[in-house]
């Protein structure tokens, strides 16, 4: 079936627009019901959705670039091929997901990126193009999204400079 589905066709289909980050998105859901200000964690500025969730898509030779936002993001597979997540936690390790289908190769349906680690990712070698979605919880806001300046994070993770020099716009 994935042999049907084409980047164009996803963008088409789902009506995807350019994200700031790298790759294509569009929100599909945006919760009604809010968390105030003062029962959410320090950091935030505003009141919140409970949660939100987009359709994102990265083709091959594309990247989603360093980033992060104040919220757990819990990322689901759903067609193409592997997509490999960087996270620059919090000590200092770097923690590489392979997000898919392929259980031989260590793939994962499903996966979290918690809130407040720096994190990129790009489709897999050999991958034509990774059509995954992102839930976040509380809500995403663009208020909330930082892109990484490159100076700044190589200092601060010095170990994967080379990777952070690759991955940063």
Known sequence: MDQLITVKKLVEEYELSPHPEGGYYKEN????????????????????????????????????????????????????????????????????????????????????????????????????FSFVGCTVAPGFDFIDFELAQKDSLSEQFPGHKDLISRLIR
């Not at 091929?81 to 793939?107: F, H, P, S």
Request: glycine share 8%; proline share 4%; aromatic share 14%.
């Open 29 to 128: 859901y945006r919760s009604e019901e809010k968390i105030p200000l003062n029962a959410l964690p320090t950091g935030f500025k505003d009141e919140k959705c409970f949660s939100t969730a987009i359709y994102f898509l990265l083709e091959k030779g594309n990247f989603s670039a360093f980033h992060r936002i104040k919220s757990d993001e819990c990322w689901h597979f759903y067609a193409g091929a592997g997509l490999l997540i960087y996270i620059l936690l919090q000590d200092g390790n770097l923690q590489i997901i392979r997000l898919g289908n392929d259980l031989l190769k260590e793939e994962q349906f499903q996966a979290i990126v918690p809130a407040g680690c720096w994190f990129a990712s790009e489709p897999a070698v050999g991958s034509e």
